[in-house]
């Protein structure tokens, strides 16, 4: 039992952290979350009933948070709660349930990994483990800006390892989550084409219906702006900011780089993804017809930042299931994952990218070095990806070690098609 109120109170005093930091900085007046900020002011537009794209900036956006409001209109109804507290302690909340959603994660991933050592616990691994990846680039960025990425991510998770997969009243629930991420940032849309490839046919069409729902709800409640988001404002990309930029690492933003932001390199890397979507539909049917649906997950989670013409460094939070998974592996003895447990260590804490960076526009000269350096994101799921499509059926699983936990797969046999 005290073990267990260890793993308590190791949370605790990681969502004390962020309170304290979210309070010191409301006490003192200084700016925190700047996303968080910029989610509030969309909400509180939404509640006044004024406009959240006829101008690059909403109105009751902080002077240190100039940013436009470029997400969906169903995102600033999910972003309304935010309007009962200050930016600041909004932003620590945000980052409490950022942190509780990273561990979520881990614990899912120990759960429906293929094996695990005996001394790899769900429970007490999640906890350290997700406190531990905290560390990671694209998770800390994430809750310095306040953004909603590791949320997101749970939610996902969660539905497709949890819910899509279950049994009784919960199963008819599957796919909604999905649909709820996909409604607050577009990006998700990419995991109803998962679920219909994995055989989950209903829960795809409750995840699409999801979406639509949403999006008709909101043009219900406010028309003129949800109108002009999807005829007009998503097309936008100037409301982001310069795509081109390093902290952009995509298809798309690599074309950019290359081309000196040529106006055809989104529609090259749009190509390009193509091309590595029919290899990730080849891997993601693998791994369903294995019964790992973690590793089916994380193929469409790159694909995803891969494809979508904005992928800054903080969207990048699907490190974190890929490194619960290597430790797993590289625990049962798998060398390919005890080799690449330390190399996407390196790419997702040492922040590569950052080195070459020269100049206020945060280019890089381009040479073979810097060019591998400013795209690392990009190239490491891409490499490893060709690998796994190479070596895929050749591979073989290592034996297991003494202690070494391993529970019989999930086939579509056991789990039929919905």
């Known amino acids: ?47 006044h009933g004024l406009s959240l794209y006829d101008s690059d900036i909403v109105p009751f956006t902080p002077g240190y948070a100039r940013l436009p409001f470029t997400y969906s209109p169903f995102a600033a109804l999910a972003f309304v709660p935010l309007v009962a507290v200050p930016e600041q302690i909004g932003w620590a909340l945000l980052n409490v349930v950022s942190v509780l959603a990273v561990v979520l994660v881990a614990y899912l991933v120990l759960r429906r990994a293929p094996r695990r050592p005996s001394w790899l616990q769900p429970g007490w691994g999640a906890v350290l483990l997700g406190l531990a990846l905290l560390g990671l680039q694209p998770v800390w960025s994430t809750m310095g800006y306040g953004q ?15 819910v899509c997969g279950a049994t009784g009243r919960l199963r008819h629930g599957g796919g909604v989550l999905v649909g709820l991420a996909a409604a607050t940032k577009l990006t998700p849309l990419i995991f109803v084409v998962h679920l219909a490839l994995t055989g989950r046919r209903a829960d795809a069409a409750r995840a699409a219906a999801t979406f639509l729902g949403s999006q008709g709800l909101m043009l219900l409640l406010i028309p003129h702006d949800t109108i002009r988001f999807w005829t007009h404002t998503v097309f936008d990309s100037s409301r982001i900011g310069p795509t081109a930029l ?11 780089r290359l081309t000196e932001d040529a106006s055809w390199s989104q529609y090259v890397g749009y190509g390009i993804g193509a091309v ?49 998974l290597l430790v797993a592996e590289a625990g049962c003895g798998n060398r390919a994952a005890a080799w690449l447990l330390p190399v996407t260590l390196t790419v997702f804490v040492l922040r590569p990218m950052h080195v070459p960076v020269t100049g206020p526009e945060a280019a890089a000269a381009l040479n073979p070095l810097t060019f591998v350096l400013s795209n690392t994101y990009v190239l490491f799921p891409v490499l490893l990806g060709l690998l796994l499509l190479v070596h895929g059926k050749r591979g073989r699983t290592p034996p297991e070690p003494p202690g070494a936990e391993q529970r019989p797969p999930v086939t579509p046999a056991l789990t039929p098609a919905r």
């Open 246 to 256: 390093v902290w952009n690492q995509s298809l798309g933003a690599v074309v950019r």
């Open 148 to 162: 909603i990425n590791s949320v997101l991510m749970a939610l996902i998770v969660l539905d497709l390892l949890v």
């Open 1 to 47: 039992m005290r073990f267990r109120w260890g793993r308590w109170l190791l949370l605790a005093i990681a969502a004390a952290g962020c309170v304290i930091s979210g309070l010191s900085c409301y006490l003192e007046n200084i700016p925190g979350g700047v996303d968080t900020a910029v989610y509030r002011a969309g909400a509180e537009t939404l509640l």
């Open 276 to 324: 590595l979507a029919v290899g990730a539909v080849v891997l993601v049917r693998r791994y369903h017809r294995g019964g790992r649906p973690v590793h089916a997950l994380l193929v469409t989670g790159y694909l995803a930042l891969l494809i979508s013409p904005v992928s800054w460094v903080h969207h990048w939070v699907w490190a974190v299931p890929l490194v619960v």
